[in-house]
């Protein structure tokens, strides 16, 4: 089946600095991408929708400006956590949408912990 | 805010056993996706089922969708010690965006 990467899938910082995440769909392009947030034993939550060569559309309650999201080819979207504090700790799982066949893949997850 | 609701929230079976899981959601769907998540890990694709089609197979797992009812079911028949993990259905939304929104998940143990 398709593959979604994501790198990091662990990254632990101080309080303050900015993490990046890349999400890269291996297997086909993705025009678009969807980047979730997950706390323990909780389900996923959409946190914004990355569009190639335009701005993401962000879920409500989400802040743009301390997730940065870039979607500069059909196969990359990046998710930034500037400025992280300890309650941004959390996973964070991206996933990428087969238009061939609608099905979302999922990459394996980014686990953050911000001291 | 979720769309759907998943029954039971745990369930616990012994090998062999079948498992089902249900989920319910508000709005009218494009597909309904289930998935299945190891702990601590990310998501793998189970089945994908539109919003015309009624049932479908892949090995041992057997999916309904019901629409007049907004509802779909799981069913793993002959359950091993590694489908335990947590199982979340997502639903595609009739509204152009194409996020999946997502159940609050089951989490199935299944006992050697």
């Known amino acids: 089946g398709a593959v979604v990467s994501q790198h990091p899938s662990r990254v632990i910082c101080k309080s303050g600095t900015s993490v990046k995440i890349e999400c890269r769909s291996l297997?086909?392009?993705?025009?678009?991408m969807f980047w979730y947030r997950q706390f323990p034993k909780q389900s996923l939550m959409l946190m914004a929708t990355?569009?190639?060569?335009?701005?993401?559309?962000?879920e409500q309650g989400v802040e743009k400006d301390k997730f940065l999201i870039n979607h500069a080819s059909l196969t990359l979207s990046t998710l930034t956590v500037t400025s992280a504090h300890p309650e941004d700790s959390s996973f964070y799982i991206c996933?990428?949408?087969?238009?061939?066949?609608?099905?979302?893949?999922f990459g394996p997850g980014t686990r953050l912990t911000v001291l | 805010s979720q769309q759907g609701e998943e029954d039971p929230q745990a369930l616990s079976i012994q090998e062999g056993e079948n498992a089902t899981m249900n989920c319910s959601y508000k709005t009218s769907i494009n597909n309904l996706q289930w998935y299945r998540q190891n702990s601590g890990r990310g998501l793998v694709h189970l089945i994908l089922?539109?919003?015309?089609?009624r049932e479908k197979h892949s090995g041992r797992l057997r999916v309904t969708l019901d629409t007049s009812k907004k509802s779909s079911s799981l069913l793993i028949t002959a359950s091993r010690a590694a489908d335990t993990a947590s199982y979340f259905c997502?639903?595609?939304?009739?509204?152009?965006?194409?996020?999946?929104?997502f159940g609050s998940g089951t989490r199935l143990q299944v006992q050697p």
């Open positions: 990355s569009n190639e060569g335009s701005k993401a559309t962000y």
């Open positions: 997502a639903t595609d939304l009739n509204t152009g965006r194409r996020a999946l929104t």
């Open positions: 089922i539109r919003s015309n089609e």
């Open positions: 996933s990428a949408r087969d238009i061939r066949t609608d099905t979302q893949y």
């Open positions: 297997d086909f392009q993705a025009t678009t």
